[in-house]
């Protein structure tokens, strides 16, 4: 799955870079706390995350990245003056199309891919929700 802190950059603009900062530490222990000793949480750069689901079909994936959407909903972080309501938009695939002669690291490019495109269509309907890669 992956994921991104809805509005980032007006948390930072409008609070400061120090609560900006303290947000992405909130929603990365949130994550952490959430997810199977098996995962892989990341953060993929800015505020966007990746969690690698280990063995775990997008049907299963799905009700966990929703999950983790709704607490992160419902956790507001205390800013310096006043409280940080947080949202996410999540993606989240499982789909690897032929895979029989592909390198390791052209699988995770294409997870990566897929995922993020689920992302921008969560983006696109609105944010704060998880929508799930359907190949074409």
């Given at each position: 799955m992956?994921?991104?802190?809805d509005f980032f950059k007006r948390v930072?603009?409008?609070?400061?870079?120090?609560?900006?900062?303290?947000?992405?530490?909130?929603?990365?222990?949130?994550a952490k706390e959430m997810?199977?000793?098996?995962?892989?949480?990341?953060?993929?750069?800015?505020?966007?995350f990746i969690v690698l689901l280990p063995e775990t079909p997008v049907s299963a994936?799905?009700?966990v990245a929703e999950k983790l959407r709704r607490r992160i909903e419902d956790t507001t972080a205390q800013g310096?003056?006043?409280?940080?309501?947080?949202?996410?938009?999540?993606?989240v695939s499982d789909y690897l199309g032929e895979t029989n002669s592909k390198p390791?690291?052209?699988?995770?490019a294409e997870f990566i891919?897929?995922?993020d495109q689920a992302?921008?269509?969560?983006?696109?309907?609105?944010?704060?929700?998880?929508?799930v890669y359907k190949p074409d």
């Open positions: 992956m994921f991104d802190i930072n603009d409008t609070f400061g870079h120090t609560s900006g900062d303290m947000v992405l530490k909130m929603v990365a222990n949130t997810i199977r000793a098996t995962d892989i949480p990341a953060r993929y750069g800015g505020e966007e994936a799905a009700p310096e003056k006043c409280p940080i309501a947080i949202t996410a938009s999540f993606g390791n690291e052209r699988i995770l891919s897929k995922a992302l921008y269509a969560s983006k696109n309907a609105g944010r704060n929700r998880v929508s």
